[in-house]
């Protein structure tokens, strides 16, 4: 042969070698890719459906026309997790592969092998269709329908077991799988088995999360103060702030209950933040609502208190005042302070500490040997009660403490025990600009009407003229819980356009009448938008003419 012609054949030979190495170099790397983006499909900010998804999208078309993951759980009972269907199908092939059972080899499911090899069908024969089918009729069809040329089924493993199987199929683009391609999906199984693994361990992660926020929100939900409740002959507000912006419950706390022969109020302050003070918080609360109840006497209430303190041994200290009211309103109340605030006498413009015999006495759960004292104090119609924690006077602004002086200010002159607060509330918001640094707590109580007393001209206009702007600041404000505390079983009114609105004949009575009529209201809160004036002017004389 001569020379040249050997020297073709043999460039020939060498252009077709290096076509084929081409070729497998551009397979390889295509394979390469795919394995590195299984990889970033495995990114634990991927919730598990993304990696679901991402998994699929790199598998089909580009390696598959169709595959689908099972998951197989501690009952070995194999579930369809996710199905891809590509192009050129043809058919609604990817519901009816959702729906269907999977077919998964009893050794994957029985997870007896700890190398399970890969089911391989090169060529699909009716035989090995019938092998997978469910049955002889509709399964078998559906089968049928797919048509399939090659089929691969690989374990899952996660952790040394199995823990499910990927299929991949390839029929409508005219491909078929060879034996590197199954050894391939072997490799690719891992990185899959590891994506998977990976996103659901961030799911249960994320659903422990989940479970932990719901179990905290439920226990603050438990520690959160209750609803004020009503007390003849008494006017009652509060005011509580847990410091951040997450918190519902922190260290302060104030609370209000029924004792022998009348109510206890209590305001306090526990050490610690976060967790550690909600459980010294619950301790305190229920603690001292049992003993109040059961020995009917406050002092023994702050002894009982101080015991389960200092029994815990890891230094819970809580402050506290408490008042406790008689259901005779002619006996003085009484007062115990345990290293906490003094509470503030609210006379007009007058605002002072209550007498020097209610002097505080130490923290509860420093001292064993601690002693406290009882003081009296009478609360006159036109005066009020205060107590609030430290955490209010200690407020830091922009370049000052809110201070005892800007307190006492905020509460002179109000009308209200649910005024004085609001106030407060108020002016420690402005003052602050950003979310509280520490804890609040406050309880404002005076003299309400009583059963069987008549009240002075004075003191009406004085005390019912700011519940009545409290009133229409809550309406404003939509707080149905606000209105219901501030309103009394006496109260009646009608209001013309509301009931007219909803066909009412009757006037609206008492708390039950109110919630009803927030129920009338609820999409005509625009007539609530009215300022006390405005709605004294609307309801002059001249203007109840002219309406007529």
């Not at 999208?57 to 009972?77: H, K, N, Q, S, Y």
């Not at 933040?273 to 229920?286: E, F, H």
């Not at 006498?345 to 509860?364: F, R, Y």
Request: proline fraction near 6%; glycine fraction near 10%; aromatic fraction near 6%.
């Amino acid at each position: 042969m001569p020379w040249v012609e050997i020297a073709v054949l043999a460039i020939g030979a060498l252009a077709i070698s290096l076509v084929v190495l081409l070729r497998r170099e551009c397979k390889a790397r295509r394979r390469l890719r795919m394995l590195a983006e299984i990889a970033v499909a495995s990114d634990p900010a991927h919730s598990l459906e993304e990696t679901y998804d991402a998994i699929c999208t790199v598998l089909v078309p580009e390696f598959a026309d169709f595959c689908m993951i099972d998951l197989i759980g501690e009952d070995r009972v194999p579930r369809r997790a996710a199905v891809r269907v590509g192009p050129g199908s043809g058919l609604d092939l990817e519901r009816g592969l959702a729906e269907r059972a999977p077919s998964t080899p009893a050794r994957l499911r029985e997870g007896r092998d700890p190398s399970p090899a890969p089911r391989f069908y090169e060529r699909v024969s009716d035989e090995d269709l019938r092998g997978l089918a469910h049955d002889e009729d509709g399964d078998l069809e559906f089968l049928h329908s797919l048509g399939l040329r090659s089929a691969i089924t690989v374990a899952l493993q996660a952790r040394g077991e199995v823990a499910g199987a990927l299929t991949l199929g390839v029929a409508w683009s005219g491909r078929r799988y060879r034996r590197e391609d199954a050894h391939f999906a072997s490799i690719l199984s891992g990185r899959v088995a590891l994506a998977l693994d990976n996103a659901g361990l961030f799911v249960d992660l994320e659903r422990a999360e989940r479970a932990r926020a719901e179990i905290g929100e439920t226990l603050q939900r438990g520690l959160l103060p209750p609803a004020l409740p009503h007390i003849p002959g008494w006017s009652i507000a509060a005011m509580y702030k847990p410091a951040g912006a997450e918190n519902e419950v922190g260290g302060d706390f104030y609370d209000v209950f029924r004792v022998p022969g009348g109510w206890m109020l209590a305001v306090g302050d526990v050490t610690g933040r976060g967790a550690q003070a909600a459980s010294i918080t619950a301790v305190a609360r229920y603690t001292l609502r049992t003993a109040a109840i059961l020995a009917d006497d406050p002092l023994a209430a702050l002894l009982a208190l101080n015991r389960v303190l200092l029994a815990r041994g890891d230094s819970a200290l809580c402050s506290l005042a408490t008042i406790t009211l008689g259901d005779d309103h002619v006996k003085p109340a009484r007062l115990v302070v345990a290293g906490h605030p003094p509470p503030l006498l609210v006379d007009g413009e007058a605002v002072s500490e209550v007498g020097v015999e209610i002097e505080p006495g130490p923290i509860l759960g420093a001292f064993e040997d601690a002693e406290w004292k009882i003081g009296h104090t009478t609360i006159e119609p036109g005066q009020q009660l205060v107590i609030v924690t430290d955490g209010i006077a200690e407020a830091r602004g922009a370049t000052e403490r809110f201070g005892e002086a800007r307190l006492r200010a905020e509460l002179s002159g109000a009308g209200s025990s649910a005024l004085a607060l609001q106030r407060l509330e108020e002016s420690l918001r402005a003052f602050m600009g950003r979310p509280l640094e520490d804890d609040v707590a406050a309880i404002a109580i005076a003299p309400g009407p009583r059963p069987g007393l008549g009240a002075a001209p004075g003191e009406v206009d004085a005390v019912e003229r700011g519940m009545v702007e409290r009133l229409y600041e809550c309406f404003n404000r939509r707080d149905e819980a606000c209105i219901v505390e501030l309103c009394d079983d006496s109260m009646e009114f009608f209001p013309a356009v509301t009931a007219k609105a909803v066909g009412r004949e009757t006037p609206y009575r008492g708390r039950t009448g109110l919630c009803d009529y927030l129920a009338d209201v609820a999409q005509v809160w625009e007539e609530l938008r009215v300022a006390m004036d405005e709605a004294e002017a609307r309801s002059s004389p001249a203007d109840a003419a002219s309406a007529g």
